[in-house]
């Protein structure tokens, strides 16, 4: 073996890693558990003793859905009083399964949203490739950037 890899195996081994994984990232078929993603109002989205800031913080403005990975939308009220999303009712304790089997962007009324309106883009199955890696690495993002913040206990 050539000395300059052996002097630097570890650098080797770590880039061989990461190659790997960006390989796996634009050709593995994209599977998830479930074709559901959720929206979840959560407790007190509308009170007026919550700042509203913190309150819509929580949930964003636009759901980005994929058609045969996750294409549907699962509406969930946690709240105690009801809350309406484009044309449904959301009684508390409520779900609803929203599917969607069209390209395009879908606009609905929620007031527990900032800005009142939630944008639903639904998007094609990312071919192999570029693109799937690109959609992976937006997808990871965009869990990182939506992750619930939770206080410490003690």
Not at 31 to 43: A, D, T, V
Request: glycine share 8%; hydrophobic share 50%.
């Amino acid at each position: 073996m050539h000395p300059v890899f052996r002097r630097y195996a570890p650098l080797w081994a770590l880039a061989a890693c990461v190659l790997l994984a960006l390989l796996w990232g634009a050709l593995a078929p994209l599977r998830y558990p479930s074709h559901e993603r959720l929206f979840e109002i959560p407790s007190h989205a509308l009170d007026p003793a919550v700042q509203p800031g913190a309150r819509r913080a929580a949930l964003p403005r636009v759901m980005q859905l994929t058609l045969g990975v996750q294409d549907v939308l699962l509406l969930r009220n946690r709240d105690r009083v009801a809350h309406v999303f484009g044309p449904l009712h959301l009684r508390p304790g409520q779900e609803f399964r929203l599917p969607f089997g069209q390209l395009g962007d879908y606009v609905y009324a929620c007031p527990a949203v900032a800005g009142g309106e939630l944008l639903v883009r639904v998007v094609r199955l990312p071919d192999p490739g570029w693109e799937r890696l690109r959609w992976r690495i937006a997808a990871l993002g965009q869990s990182l950037r939506h992750l619930p913040l939770v206080a410490p206990r003690g």
